[in-house]
């Protein structure tokens, strides 16, 4: 690894710490904040490979959340739920940077131990009627990459 990645981990790490505490305490994230969170993860993955695979990974997401978005919109419209009411675009934002630079095999099996994680969190906690996702998935997204960083060394 080099030294610019572990400044990129670092940095990462403490965007998605703050991210947390914002999303906790206001329910609201700075759009700053997710800007800059989201180039420091780009930016990270391309100093890493090549365009391309990014590329295949943001076409991937594009069909996976599209069928995902499908899905969620059928649910809550039977529940009668506005989807405006039940993700935010901080949550929408942070999910598609997090897919594209997530390999399209890890991607299904990381979303999915997300979503249980975050539900399951949720269902101990219970301090919100929402689950703050675009702080779980920052610090999710965190923890994987200290853990993907320690298995390349």
């Avoid at 069928?67 to 935010?88: C, D, E, M, P, T």
């Avoid at 897919?99 to 906690?125: G, H, K, M, R």
């Avoid at 998935?137 to 990459?145: T, V």
Wanted: glycine share 2%.
């Amino acid at each position: 690894m080099s030294l610019i990645n572990l400044i990129f981990s670092f940095v990462i790490v403490l965007l998605s710490i703050i991210l947390l505490y914002q999303d906790f305490k206001t329910r609201l994230i700075n759009l700053w904040l997710i800007i800059l969170f989201s180039l420091c993860v780009v930016l990270n993955f391309l100093l890493q490979h090549s365009y391309l695979p990014w590329l295949y990974n943001v076409l991937f997401s594009i069909v996976y959340f599209a069928f995902s978005y499908l899905i969620v919109w059928i649910y809550l419209r039977q529940k009668k739920i506005s989807l405006n009411n039940a993700i935010g675009l901080a949550d929408i934002i942070l999910l598609f940077v997090v897919a594209s630079v997530t390999d399209y095999e890890l991607q299904i099996y990381f979303f999915t131990v997300f979503f249980i994680t975050c539900c399951l969190i949720y269902l101990v906690l219970k301090k919100h009627k929402t689950i703050p996702m675009a702080g779980y998935l920052a610090l999710f997204y965190s923890i994987w990459l200290i853990i993907s960083q320690i298995e390349l060394t």
